[in-house]
Each structure stands twice: as C-alpha cells, then as structure tokens.
C-alpha cells in the first residue's frame, strides 16, 4: 500500500526521496587479512539472524537518513491540508 512521506529533519520535503533496500549477507572472514572466506547462510544455526528495518529512506533535499518508519510516521502527524 503507497504511504505519503515526509523528512523528519528538514519538514518540507514531500517528494523526492533514495529508497535504500538492505540486503543482508552473512559471512564469515580470516581474522588477518579481512579476506572472505565464505558466505554463510542464512538459515545457519550458529549465525546471529540480521533483525533490522529492511528498508531505510534518504531525503533527497536535505539528505538524511532515517528508518522507512520516521518519514511515514512524520506525514501522519503532518497532513498535507
């Protein structure tokens, strides 16, 4: 479902915003060289599950960086007359 945004720093921004997708890659590196050693998967018992928002949003005026949730819960309290 479309939901209105609104920047939670600068206010005015109603329009232009960067969706950022988190993709989450679990894996495991040699501790010297920072190399990759493998990719881990996600069903792995011992590997901590990543339990963050899935998507963060940019402002596209003033440029921060917030949780999806702040720019929507932001034009919720902030509708457009």
Do not use: W
Request: aromatic share 6%.
């Amino acid at each position: 479902m479309p939901v209105p945004y609104l920047c939670p720093a600068c206010g005015t921004n109603r329009s232009r915003f960067n969706v950022i997708e988190q993709v989450v890659q679990s894996v495991r590196k040699d501790p010297r060289t920072g190399e990759i050693l493998e990719v881990i998967p996600p069903e792995d018992p011992l590997q901590h599950p990543y339990r963050a928002e899935k998507y963060r949003v940019q402002c596209g005026v003033c440029g921060v960086i917030e949780p999806e949730e702040r720019f929507i819960q932001r034009a919720i309290h902030n509708r457009l007359s």
